[in-house]
């Protein structure tokens, strides 16, 4: 039996989910996963809507509370999904020194200072996706995190102006960021959140390049905010990675991968 985890969640402790952790639970029980971490959004950014919105020490309790009413059946680990790392660099430091976490998707939401659907309409795809990229690469280059979240998350505001990318434009880009990713010991997340546009990010060949180079860890996620999502195409990702030559998905405790046999 395969190890099924969900490692990419949204609850009421993000600015937007409305779900509950029981929500979440119930419904990962009900789709036979093993394991799921949360990964609620955060920012240091006086501006963003996460700001001075996530309570850690809650977050803990109800998740230590929970895990015991829940225990035997499902794994519950504690993650964070951050955003725009380089700009508040210290503080995000700080903050994973002081508390006790599972887990760190480093993702990348905005550019200037405005979301990447703005991006597009105001510069441009292909200004979006390169900036997008570069901005990656210093990312994944000295940034503290576990995997990269949905790395080329732009496909989803691209789509409907026609903008999905092609691989060979942005591939030397794609190759720079995978390399130092690998030699960092980080991972990539994959992103089942575009399946029913048929949109997975990363896309197919960033996930061969990967391979290639000799990378193998990663996480499957969901990224929902509504329970209906959760683990949702997570087995149908798993086929596909083990297709393409992956041997592992991994889980984490206190930051420390766990390869599980695909
Ligand atoms: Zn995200
Ligand atoms: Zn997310």
Not at 166 to 175: A, C, G, P, R, S
Not at 203 to 221: H, W
């Amino acid at each position: 039996m395969r190890y099924l985890s969900d490692y990419h969640l949204h609850s009421n402790y993000s600015f937007d989910s409305k779900q509950t952790f029981e929500d979440i639970i119930t419904k990962a029980i009900s789709m036979k996963l093993n394991e799921i971490c949360l990964t609620e959004h955060i920012s240091f950014d006086p501006d963003d809507r996460s700001y001075n919105f996530f309570n850690f020490k809650d977050y803990e309790n109800e998740i230590k509370r929970l895990s015991d009413k829940y225990s035997g059946k499902i794994s519950i680990k504690k993650g964070l999904e951050i955003g725009e790392y380089l700009l508040y660099k210290e503080d995000f430091d700080k903050y994973f020194k002081k508390h006790n976490l599972d887990f760190i998707i480093g993702s990348i939401h905005n550019l200037n200072g405005k979301s990447l659907r703005n991006n597009i309409a105001e510069n441009g795809v292909t200004y979006t996706y390169e900036t997008y990229f570069k901005e990656i690469f210093k990312f994944a280059q000295m940034g503290d995190f576990d995997v990269l979240g949905h790395l080329d998350i732009v496909q989803r505001y691209a789509f409907k102006s026609g903008g999905v990318y092609d691989f060979e434009d942005y591939k030397d880009y794609i190759y720079e960021i995978l390399k130092v990713t690998i030699s960092r010991g980080k991972g990539l997340e994959v992103n089942t959140s575009g399946l029913s546009k048929n949109l997975l990010f990363p896309k197919l060949e960033i996930l061969n390049m990967y391979k290639d180079l000799n990378g193998e860890i990663l996480t499957v996620g969901s990224d929902a905010h509504t329970s209906n999502r959760v683990g949702e195409k997570i087995s149908y990702v798993y086929d596909i990675l083990k297709d393409i030559g992956f041997k592992y998905v991994f889980t984490f405790d206190n930051r420390k991968r766990n390869g599980q046999l695909l």
